[in-house]
């Protein structure tokens, strides 16, 4: 079966992930060794600093070398996408379509560490829903579990507003495992992705999470992200089709 990691750092020199082209080879296999057959590269977009036309350009770049070299090398196939850090009013800037997950409507979304999630927030997560027709996807839900105001993005998963992500590294960690076993078991997980930076500090943990979520809640809570990956990657090649029940 195939399995799509949703959020990987893995483009050489664009941001604080792969520094050289080297790293995002090695990132890829070691990807690769773990099953994962597809990756979104995410990149950090910072509104705040970064130029939309140098960010798009260097991006393209890098992706389009990446893309060729891992071909060559039968490492996971590579899509475009963005890791986009929230400022206020998003919701309503049709602007940041263009940072959507290979021009489907998903949208890699990183709220700020620490701040309480305001009903700003939460607005604007809905418009970007309700007005702009995408469907966020909130990156390392489990970052947020302390801030005030945790519940409401959860409240936006199980509404259907939003999708939410953890990272593999969380699920093996001491420190959030039974927290990522918590969220999994509320149903407010729809992907387990890597958020992979670099090889020796930040590498992927795909097998092993799933691994620790097959042991810990069952083979089948395991089967499931891997199964909403591949929904998703479905809707990325433009191959899924909803069944059609007739009567
Ligand atoms: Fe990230």
New binding site residues.
């Given amino acids: 079966m195939n399995y799509l990691d949703i ?3 893995i483009l050489p020199s664009v941001d604080d ?1 792969a520094k050289d082209m080297e790293t995002s080879i090695a990132l890829l296999e070691m990807l690769k060794e773990q099953g994962v057959t597809h990756v979104v590269a ?1 990149p ?1 977009f910072y509104p705040d600093s970064d130029s939309i036309e140098e960010f798009s350009e260097t991006v393209k770049n890098a992706f389009c070398e990446l893309e060729e070299l891992a071909q060559k090398k039968q490492l996971p196939k590579i899509f475009l996408g963005c ?1 986009l850090r929230y400022f206020s009013g998003m919701g309503k800037s049709r602007a940041i379509k263009q940072f959507a997950v290979q021009n489907t409507d998903y949208l890699l979304l ?1 709220l700020p560490y620490g701040a309480p999630i305001t009903k700003t927030v939460i607005n604007d997560i809905i418009d970007i829903k309700e007005v702009l027709g995408l469907t966020p996807i909130l ?2 839900i489990e970052r947020y579990s302390k801030v005030p105001g945790f519940k409401k993005l959860l409240k936006l998963v199980s509404d259907n507003v939003a999708q939410a992500h953890i990272n593999a590294g969380a699920v093996i960690s001491k420190e959030d495992a039974r927290l990522c076993e918590k969220l999994i078991k509320g149903g407010y997980v729809s992907y387990l992705a890597s ?1 992979t ?1 670099s090889v020796v500090n930040r590498p992927p943990y795909i097998k092993q999470a799933l691994d620790t979520i097959s042991n810990k809640l069952g083979r089948s809570a395991a089967t499931r992200l891997t199964i909403k990956s591949n929904r998703l990657l479905e809707e990325i090649e433009g191959t899924y089709e909803e069944y059609q029940f007739n009567g």
């Fill in positions: 959020h990987a750092h992930g995410t950090h890791e990183e990156a390392h958020d930076h």
